[in-house]
């Protein structure tokens, strides 16, 4: 059972460059997220989708975008990436109306 | 500003005795609060929840408590373990069931 699987594990990326950061899972969540972990500020949630078409904005949306065209896949992309975005970034998903949300391993990313 | 503030970055305790991580939040339409363990490099796992109409919940060595008036809840690990050596995070939802704040993180070190 593979959960959630991100790609890249991680990524060096030159700034002002164009970066999606990929997001699949099996267990048929309807939910799904992207938070970015930062030291001293734990946590952070980017976006998320309740339902496979919908997307919302989070605490930290400004600089990406997401989509969510069916029920596995939530891409997070980095139109044109810039050094404070450097951070790890993790997926998550959970049951419509449900617990607790199960995390990929993340994506260790460096914007230079 | 966080709406869920854990404000002790770290914490030490000898293996056999317990440990208590602590968590406040800001928001009185949180209902449903969870407790995250992460070891370095992988994603944070969830650990144990308790709702709103609760004021306690226990599974093994581990017990939540909530403090609805004081926007109060803490985590205890009884005994500890060094197995237990990890950061915690504390989440928080509600209203819009399927979003999760986190706090900041408590890093926890068990001395053997």
């Known amino acids: 059972i593979a959960g959630i699987t991100q790609a890249p594990t991680s990524q060096i990326l030159a700034a002002g460059r164009r970066m999606t950061l990929r997001c699949t899972q099996d267990?048929?969540?309807?939910?799904m997220y992207w938070y970015r972990q930062d030291l001293g500020l734990g946590l952070r949630l980017i976006h998320y989708s309740n339902t496979a078409g919908t997307t919302g904005k989070g605490e930290v949306p400004d600089g990406y975008s997401v989509s969510r065209a069916n029920t596995d896949d939530f891409p997070l992309t980095l139109a044109s990436a810039v050094p404070s975005q450097t951070s790890v970034y993790f997926c998550a998903s959970s049951d419509e109306g449900g617990s607790e949300a199960f995390f990929g391993q993340g994506t260790r990313l460096t914007v230079v | 500003d966080q709406q869920v503030k854990q404000n002790s970055p770290s914490l030490s305790v000898q293996e056999g005795r317990i440990s208590i991580l602590n968590c406040d939040y800001t928001n009185s339409m949180f209902d449903y609060f969870l407790w995250y363990k992460k070891y370095p490099a992988e994603g944070p796992t969830f650990l144990i929840s308790i709702s709103s109409i609760k004021d306690k919940n226990e599974d093994g060595r581990f017990t939540v408590f909530l403090n609805k008036s004081a926007k109060h809840l803490s985590l205890h690990i009884v005994p500890s373990q060094p197995g237990d050596s990890a950061v915690y995070f504390c989440a928080a939802s509600g209203g819009n069931f399927n979003k999760f704040y986190f706090g900041s993180g408590t890093k926890l070190n068990v001395k053997p």
């Open positions: 267990m048929r969540h309807n939910a």
